[in-house]
């Protein structure tokens, strides 16, 4: 159990760019989060998946923002066009999926757009 | 939107004392967690509480939930310094997703 890992942990970019986010979860867990956290608030839901399915995503998630899980493994998050309202800590964690079940987070990636 | 809100939202206290937090939240719940965070890093498990429970305990950690007020609490006692961070409740709303509140930023002075 190496435990979650995020790739990178920091970006810098440009307004306007496009980036990407990859997480490994722990090899066992089907399922996946994705939240976003901004300075002094608590992690947003952004999207889940249940293996390769994304089963959930928040209303709030901008069509700019796009999440896989292609083979049920590790998942990318991507963000086209970056706002300067992206800037914030990208969180992903999974789960067992067990009915009560608590999730293991990654370090997180901190997005900085220019 | 995030469902959970934590009182108070900073709490600073000397070691050995208790450190008390509440969380409210405001749909109905499957289960309520409580997580950790430390400055600039990613959150850590403390406890689950499910919605038929009232009280759990994990080492020093004890956790209360009352469904009818809505709300939990989140008690360490006989704090250390290493317990200086952030403290968040998160809800599973019977879906798949989980909302966190603001969290308590907590400061155990040495």
């Known amino acids: 159990d190496t435990g979650v890992s995020q790739d990178p942990r920091h970006k810098i970019t440009k307004r306007g760019q496009n980036v990407t986010f990859r997480c490994d979860p722990i090899?066992?867990?089907?399922?996946l989060y994705w939240y976003r956290q901004t300075l002094g608030q608590g992690p947003e839901f952004l999207t889940y998946?249940?293996?390769?399915?994304?089963?959930?995503k928040s209303r709030l998630l901008s069509d700019r923002f796009s999440a896989e899980r292609p083979k049920g493994s590790f998942s990318t998050l991507e963000i086209q066009r970056t706002e300067q309202g992206d800037s914030a800590m990208y969180l992903c964690?999974?789960?067992?999926?067990?009915?009560?079940?608590?999730?293991?987070f990654g370090p997180g990636t901190r997005l900085t757009v220019t | 939107s995030q469902q959970g809100e934590e009182d108070p939202q900073a709490l600073s206290i000397q070691e050995g004392e208790n450190a008390t937090m509440n969380c409210s939240y405001k749909t109905s719940i499957n289960n309520l967690q409580w997580y950790r965070q430390n400055s600039g890093r990613g959150l850590v498990h403390l406890i689950l509480i499910r919605s038929n429970e009232r009280e759990k305990h994990s080492g020093r950690l004890r956790v209360t939930l009352d469904t009818s007020k809505k709300s939990s609490s989140l008690l360490i006692t006989a704090s250390r310094a290493a317990d200086t961070a952030s403290y968040f409740c998160?809800?599973?709303?019977?879906?798949?997703?989980?909302?966190f509140g603001t969290g308590t930023s907590l400061t155990v002075i040495p």
């Open positions: 964690a999974s789960s067992p999926g067990l009915i009560f079940y608590e999730q293991y």
């Open positions: 998946f249940q293996n390769e399915a994304q089963l959930e």
């Open positions: 090899s066992e867990h089907n399922r």
């Open positions: 998160a809800t599973d709303a019977f879906g798949n997703q989980f909302y």
